[in-house]
C-alpha cells in the first residue's frame, strides 16, 4: 500500500547516439593526426630526418605551398629551354606533390623526393656501413633547396602599381638586405665603401659570451676581416658594419654550432644552451632609415598592447573567459609594406618552426622538426 511520487517529465527517454564519442585516449595515431590538427608526419629512409625535419618547416609557410599549387613542371621547363633547369624543375615538382599527399594523409613516404635530392646533389647520396645513407646537415639541405626554389618559383604580384620587383619568390619572402660599410682601420683617410648584401638566412655565432640569440646575432652586425687596401697597397684590417635595411616576411635563424675539427675530421658541436624567443623583435638590427618606415605599425601594436594592459588592470576580479569576452575586436593588419609584397612592416616575428639537432657531430646524431600549431 506505498505511494511512489515520481519526478520528471512526460518525454521520451533520449536516444542513444549512433555514433558513440571518442575520447584521445582511445583514438589511433591517424584518429588523433585529424583531431589534433597535426601535421603529416614523414616515414624515415634511413638517415634522412635531416631533410624530413626540413621539409616540415617549408612546409609550415602557407605563402611557398600556395605558390606550389600554382607551379606547373612542364611550363617552366619549356619557358627555359635549358637542360641544367631539368633537376630545379623535377625537384620542385616532387615538393608540390609531397606537400600535396601531406594535405590528404597523416604518414608520408618521401622515396620520390629523395631520389631526386639525390640527383640534385649527389653528396647527399653518400652512404657508410652497410650500404646505408650518411647523415647529412640539415642547414646544408635547407640552403640547397631555397636555392632551388630561387630558380623554379617566381616572385608574386602586389597591389600597388609601384610595388618592388624581386627576381623570385624566395627572395620575396625569405630574403633580406644589408646596407654594409667597409673602413680601413689602418688608414683614416681611406673612403669608406658601401655596398648591399643580401642574405637568406642571419647567423647566430656562439662564442664565450654570447648567451641569448639576440647578443650572437648583434656580433655579426660588427666585425674584421683582412682584405687589400688600395691605398696601402698590402693586405690591411678592415671593420665591417652590417644593419638590415630590408626585412623579409619569413626570417631564417641558423645557430652556428658546427666547428670542424681537422684532427678528429669531423665537424663537432658546440654544447651551449643559447636563450631564444618566442616573440622576435628585430628592429635594433635595422638601419635608421627602416627604424622610421618600421615606427607606424609598431606605434599600432603598442596601443593594442596597452589597451590590454589597462582592461587587464581594470578587470583584475574577472576570469580569464569575462577579459576574452570583452576584449574589442580589432582589424587584421597587413604584415607587408604596400609597395613590397613579402616584407616585414613592424620587425616583429613570432617563432613558427625550429628545426634541432641531437648529437655530437654534423655525421651522425637525430634531426627534429617542430612547428608552431594553429591558435
Known amino acids: ?8 517529465t512526460k518525454e521520451e527517454v533520449p536516444v542513444e547516439p549512433v555514433e558513440k564519442p571518442k575520447f584521445i585516449e582511445d583514438m589511433n595515431e591517424s584518429e588523433l593526426a585529424t583531431a589534433l590538427e597535426l601535421p603529416a608526419g614523414l616515414v624515415n629512409l634511413g638517415n634522412t630526418c635531416y631533410m624530413n625535419a626540413t621539409l616540415q618547416c617549408l612546409h609550415s609557410v602557407r605563402e611557398l605551398r600556395n605558390a606550389l599549387k600554382s607551379y606547373k613542371e612542364e611550363q617552366a621547363g619549356a619557358a627555359s ?28 613516404t618521401p622515396v620520390l623526393f629523395l631520389q631526386r635530392l639525390h640527383v640534385a646533389f649527389p653528396n647527399f647520396a653518400q652512404t657508410g656501413e652497410n650500404a646505408s645513407y650518411r647523415q647529412q646537415d640539415a642547414n646544408e639541405c635547407w640552403s640547397e633547396l631555397l636555392k632551388v626554389l630561387q630558380q623554379t618559383l617566381p616572385s608574386q604580384k602586389g597591389t600597388d602599381e609601384k610595388s618592388i620587383k624581386h627576381s623570385s619568390f624566395i627572395d620575396q619572402w625569405f630574403g633580406g638586405t644589408f646596407d654594409v660599410e667597409m673602413k680601413c682601420t689602418e688608414a683614416e683617410g681611406e673612403p669608406t665603401s658601401k655596398s ?41 684590417v678592415y671593420t665591417k658594419s652590417s644593419l638590415i635595411s630590408r626585412l623579409p616576411a619569413y626570417l631564417t635563424v641558423q645557430f652556428v654550432r658546427f666547428q670542424y675539427k681537422g684532427k678528429e675530421g669531423i665537424n663537432a658541436k658546440v654544447l651551449k644552451d643559447i636563450k631564444f624567443p618566442i616573440e622576435f623583435d628585430a628592429f635594433e638590427l635595422c638601419t635608421p632609415a627602416l627604424q622610421e618606415k618600421l615606427t607606424p605599425m609598431r606605434e ?14 581594470k578587470g583584475k576580479n574577472k576570469s580569464k573567459a569575462e577579459l576574452e569576452k570583452e576584449k574589442p575586436k580589432t582589424a587584421a593588419q597587413p604584415f607587408c609594406f604596400e609597395d613590397d609584397l613579402g616584407s616585414n612592416n613592424s620587425g616583429y616575428y613570432t617563432l613558427q618552426a625550429v628545426l634541432t639537432h641531437q648529437g655530437r657531430s654534423s655525421s651522425s646524431g637525430h634531426y627534429v622538426g617542430w612547428v608552431r600549431q594553429k591558435d
Open 1 to 8: 500500500g506505498a505511494t511512489l511520487l515520481l519526478l520528471g
Open 300 to 313: 599600432k601594436f603598442q596601443a593594442v598592447h596597452n589597451a590590454d594592459v589597462e582592461r587587464a588592470l
Open 81 to 108: 629551354g635549358m637542360a641544367s633547369m631539368a633537376l630545379p624543375q623535377l625537384l620542385t615538382g616532387s615538393m608540390k606533390k609531397l606537400f600535396e599527399d601531406m594535405e590528404r594523409s597523416d604518414t608520408i
Open 196 to 236: 648591399k648584401e643580401n642574405f637568406l638566412q642571419l647567423s647566430c655565432f656562439i662564442s664565450t659570451e654570447v648567451k641569448y640569440m639576440h647578443s650572437g646575432l648583434r656580433l655579426r652586425l660588427k666585425e674584421q676581416l683582412t682584405k687589400m687596401s688600395p691605398t696601402l697597397a698590402r693586405d690591411a
